[in-house]
Nanobody
Framework: VQLQASGGGLVLPGGSLRLSCAASGTSRSLNVMGWYRQAPGKQRELVAI???????NYADSVKGRFTISRDNGKNTVYLQMNSLKPEDTAVYYCKAEQVIGRRYTYWGQGTLVTVSS
């Protein structure tokens, strides 16, 4: 399974961006899709995840500002980011999990989001 993330860029504080991550190489549904981020000098952290059944989990720091959604038919996950802050600056990574007998974990290549004036 390959994950292709896109949509990062430079945005002013208070602005919005929408990230997309498309999975290819599988005809099976992915059990979990989501986003993590890693800021310079910091550990990678959870941003938001969404199960195939619709359960979501958000980091406290993005609740009310970010919205995760997915198109199960296309194995694509989106992250709508509003009211962006400079502290949201990071490389955002798409992650997917698939359970076929055992759990498989896949990571995308990352897309840079920079929030700056």
């Amino acid at each position: 399974v390959q994950l292709q993330a896109s949509g990062g860029g430079l945005v002013l504080p208070g602005g919005s961006l929408r990230l997309s991550c498309a999975a290819s190489g599988t005809s099976r549904s992915l059990n979990v899709m989501g986003w993590y981020r890693q800021a310079p000098g910091k550990q990678r952290e959870l941003v938001a995840i969404l199960t195939a059944g619709g359960t979501t989990n958000y980091a406290d720091s993005v609740k009310g500002r970010f919205t995760i959604s997915r198109d199960n038919g296309k194995n694509t996950v989106y992250l709508q980011m509003n009211s962006l802050k400079p502290e949201d600056t990071a490389v955002y990574y798409c992650k997917a999990e698939q359970v076929i007998g055992r759990r498989y974990t896949y990571w995308g290549q990352g897309t840079l989001v920079t929030v700056s004036s």
